[in-house]
């Protein structure tokens, strides 16, 4: 490493000057730093190429929002380069965290994933510089073209005019290095003004499809297998609930469509970006011309309004909202009965996984919408659900699913409950005439205690629905809520940040499941995915809070 350290060193003294150029409140130019007069051609195995602006103000803004353990870290982007390739700080003020950096995400064969980061260095004699790189060259320093390479640790260092690079191996350096500071700074940057983002071509989505399709069922064959030593070690005995084969055949069908979609996509961006309080990546996949279907199914996705969610009580810690076209509504509830049996297997009987049908095709069949659920914890405890029906027999057929859910085969697996049957009555709910509440009998005679139970009416062409200790009190505050979602700044701006885009949005905010901080500084997640322009969207938004505290549970100091 001594040998590297040397010429990185003697870019430092080479680059003395530069900022003379230009006065310390100028901004960086927007061209490339330096465009090397050979270009090399893309490595095979390039997965997707990453562009970066302004790393120093992309990791000021994270140290800013998180804080903690975070605030402790380098505080610039070359400084965090130099602790994590053990580099002399000296060299810090010489990347010039200002510019444009660039970066490649690469698999091998056997699915190996490396990667490599060209950070921009000041530095106006390249000829002086690559000098001193052949003085201080010796043994475990690699001269690959104009690019001097070494390990350094955990990561690879290499360095060429102009450029400082980083790679997870100094293979992976010397390997797609070149093209990083080479090839990619006479490329168009995206037009996206993401402040890191990443292309990947349809051929590399093809590969990773088939990658990821054959580890699908590495995984499903060892899971398979513990599955049978643990039925073994039981004594053949089955799960109480869930066998995991019928479990993982329910996923594979789910997983073979996904991928394949994934496999014919033409190209997929990934958009990074780090907010004042919260970061946020959006991913965009451009469906392929072989399957006219793909681009259909974006089409025609059905969009959700994300003030639902805003509107959810105050104390909802975690929610989520959907919306499918009529005719997906109607297969989901023919597949319901083949679902079920899946996950109780032959401990379900055939009528009760009837009935349970037939209820869940009535509620579809007066469904003309949305449908929002979210659960409560703190200071309360419940779940709600809200589904945009029609005029007509939502009530009832809300009430025939409950019925269902009180048959033998469910009621079996919760010990606390006796044999039913379960019966819907009237309630009084304020603002709700018509309200229905049904509970589930104790399991012992004379027992003053029974399970959760559930109410229910129809409002406002809406289907609002509370189950919990208290259920009647759940749809109370679902139908007029004291506070808001939305009354919490942070939640408001993640939820109307997603615009008219998502067709599903999972809202949570974790912390509060811990009632000691249920009046804790918000933390919110969403994670939420639709349609944007003919492209399929999705986003992954984390509240700065909730980074800070993934942070501190694993510290990694330098």
């Not at 140290?63 to 053990?86: E, H, K, V, Y």
């Not at 102009?162 to 168009?188: K, N």
Request: charged share 20%; net charge negative.
């Amino acid at each position: 490493m001594r040998p590297l350290v040397a010429f990185v060193s003697g870019v430092v003294a080479m680059g003395t000057g530069v900022d003379g150029c230009r006065s310390s409140g100028e901004p960086a130019d927007a061209s490339p730093h330096h465009v090397a007069s050979l270009a090399v051609l893309e490595p095979e195995g390039v997965f997707a190429k990453v562009w970066i602006r302004a790393p120093d103000a992309i990791w000021a803004r994270l140290q800013r929002g998180t804080g903690g353990i975070m605030a402790l870290l380098p505080p610039s982007a070359g400084d965090l380069a130099c602790a994590l390739a053990g580099i002399p700080p000296a060299v810090a003020p010489r990347i010039r965290g200002d510019a444009l950096a660039y970066g490649l995400v690469a698999f091998d064969a056997d699915g190996t994933a490396g990667w490599v980061v060209a950070l921009p260095v000041a530095d106006e004699d390249p000829a002086s510089v690559i000098a001193s790189a052949r003085d201080a060259s010796g043994p475990g320093v690699r001269i690959v073209g104009d690019m001097y390479v070494a390990s350094a640790g955990q990561v690879g260092v290499g360095a060429a005019p102009g450029w400082l690079l980083l790679g997870g191996t100094a293979d992976d350096v010397a390997r797609f290095g070149p093209f990083a500071y080479r090839s990619m700074p006479a490329e168009s940057p995206p037009a996206s003004a993401a402040s890191v983002v990443a292309l990947a071509t349809g051929s590399a989505l093809t590969s990773l499809a088939e990658r990821a399709s054959g580890q699908w069922v590495q995984l499903r064959r060892w899971l398979e297998a513990r599955g049978r030593e643990a039925r073994e070690r039981h004594g053949g005995r089955r799960p109480d609930f869930g066998d995991p084969e019928t479990i993982l055949a329910a996923l594979d069908a789910r997983e073979g469509p996904a991928l394949a979609f994934v496999g014919r996509a033409a190209r997929a961006r990934l958009d990074l970006e780090v907010g004042d309080d919260d970061v946020r990546a959006d991913w965009f996949l451009t469906p392929g011309q072989l399957d006219p279907s793909d681009s259909r199914f974006v089409e025609t996705m059905q969009l959700v309004d994300t003030s639902q969610l805003g509107a959810a009580p105050g104390d909802t810690v975690a929610a989520l909202l959907d919306r499918d076209d009529p005719a997906a509504i109607a297969d989901g509830a023919q597949r319901s009965e083949a679902i079920v049996q899946h996950i109780f297997g032959d401990r379900l009987s055939r009528a009760d996984a009837h009935a349970l049908k037939q209820a869940t095709l009535a509620i579809a069949a007066v469904r003309t919408g949305s449908i929002a659920a979210g659960v409560s914890y703190a200071p309360s405890c419940g779940a709600w659900l809200r589904v945009a029906v029609g005029p007509q027999g939502a009530s009832r057929a809300f009430g025939e699913f409950v019925t269902a859910l009180g048959r033998p085969s469910f009621l079996a697996f919760f010990p606390e409950s006796g044999p039913g049957p379960v019966r819907p009555r009237a309630v009084t709910v304020e603002g709700l005439p018509g309200a229905r509440f049904a509970n589930y009998p104790p399991a012992a005679q004379g027992s003053a205690r029974t399970m959760d139970g559930v109410a229910w009416a129809v409002s406002g062409g809406e289907l609002l629905a509370g189950a919990g200790p208290d259920g009647a009190a759940v749809l109370a505050t679902l139908a007029a809520p004291g506070a808001r979602v939305a009354d919490d700044a942070r939640s408001a701006r993640m939820l109307s940040a997603l615009g008219e885009r998502a067709t599903f949005v999972l809202f949570a905010r974790p912390l509060r499941l811990d009632p000691r901080r249920a009046n804790s500084p918000s933390a919110p997640v969403v994670l939420a995915w639709g349609r944007d322009g003919g492209d399929m969207w999705g986003r992954v938004d984390v509240s700065d809070v909730l980074v800070s505290e993934i942070a501190r549970l694993r510290p990694r100091p330098f």
